[in-house]
């Protein structure tokens, strides 16, 4: 894959983990480089399955994944990964610095880019509390850390690797609140100047992305903006007056 410039195509594509169980049908869409979409949708209606195939940890049965007019089966693994930031819900931390937990993302970045990385996702206050600041050991389980705060940490560590697609799936654990706003905010750098995919529970998060794809029973029914999709009445809705509305009153 040469360098991504971010655009994306899903062209009829048919998808099924099991014979006979279809998950994905006859998804077609198209995103532009640099757009941010808001995948949402019940739980089990195929999101993860959709930032799966573009990721390429499973491939289609039928139809094709294409990254700028590329199907993506053509190109080797490492130089289409390489230009993915892929972020699931549980964050990886490994047990080591703070430093060096951010610089996973680029490993020849300086402590400047780190600093700055971290900044710019409201990380580096935070850090700066901590009593060795960045040196600042982190242990894989049962850290002090919180989830929030941990998932900061990841943030800086993907705008230093600034990947061409971004892939969050984003966390729906309660996070506190004071934190929760950082992490909004962070979302919101993160989602700049890239083309990203996010599964997103919380409207602050949705409404911060371009477009809205909802996804129902494995077939995308509706794309817009949150105004656009409300007054349709339709699936999203049904999802905003079952969820949203709540979610957006507990962030
Ligand atoms: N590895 C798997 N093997 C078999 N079925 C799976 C697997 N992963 C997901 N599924 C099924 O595929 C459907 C879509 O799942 P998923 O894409 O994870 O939904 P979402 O992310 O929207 O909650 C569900 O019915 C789920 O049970
Ligand atoms: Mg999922």
Redesign the pocket.
């Known amino acids: 894959m040469d360098r991504i410039r971010g655009s994306v195509e899903f062209r009829n594509v048919d998808f099924s983990?099991?014979d006979g169980?279809p998950?994905l049908t006859d998804v077609s869409f198209k995103v532009e480089a640099g757009e941010s979409i808001a995948l949402v949708?019940?739980?089990?209606?195929?999101?993860?399955?959709?930032v799966?195939l573009l990721s390429r940890f499973y491939d289609t049965d039928s139809g094709e994944v294409l990254i700028d007019g590329t199907d993506v089966r053509t190109v080797t693994l490492e130089s289409l990964r390489s230009q993915m930031g892929i972020m699931l819900q549980d964050t990886f931390l490994f047990a080591a610095t703070i430093r060096e937990n951010i610089r996973y993302g680029k490993l020849d970045a300086t402590d400047e880019e780190i600093e700055r990385a971290a900044r710019a996702v409201n990380a580096h206050d935070f850090i700066m509390k901590l009593e060795n600041g960045y040196d600042t050991e982190i242990r894989e389980r049962g850290s002090r850390l919180s989830v929030g705060q941990r998932q900061l940490i990841s943030f800086a560590r993907a705008l230093l690797a600034d990947p061409r697609i971004l892939i969050l799936d984003e966390a729906t654990s309660n996070i506190d609140t004071q934190t929760e706003r950082l992490v909004q905010d962070g979302i919101k750098k993160l989602l700049k100047n890239r083309t990203s995919f996010v599964?997103a529970h919380r409207l602050s998060t949705i409404r911060d992305c371009d477009r809205i794809m909802v996804?129902n029973g494995?077939v995308i029914t509706e794309s817009g903006t949150h105004e656009e999709l409300l007054s349709m009445k339709g699936d999203y809705y049904s999802l905003y007056m079952s969820q949203y509305r709540f979610l957006s009153e507990g962030a």
Do not use: D, H, S
């Open positions: 983990y099991e169980i998950v949708g019940e739980t089990g209606a195929g999101k993860t399955t959709i799966n599964i996804i494995g």
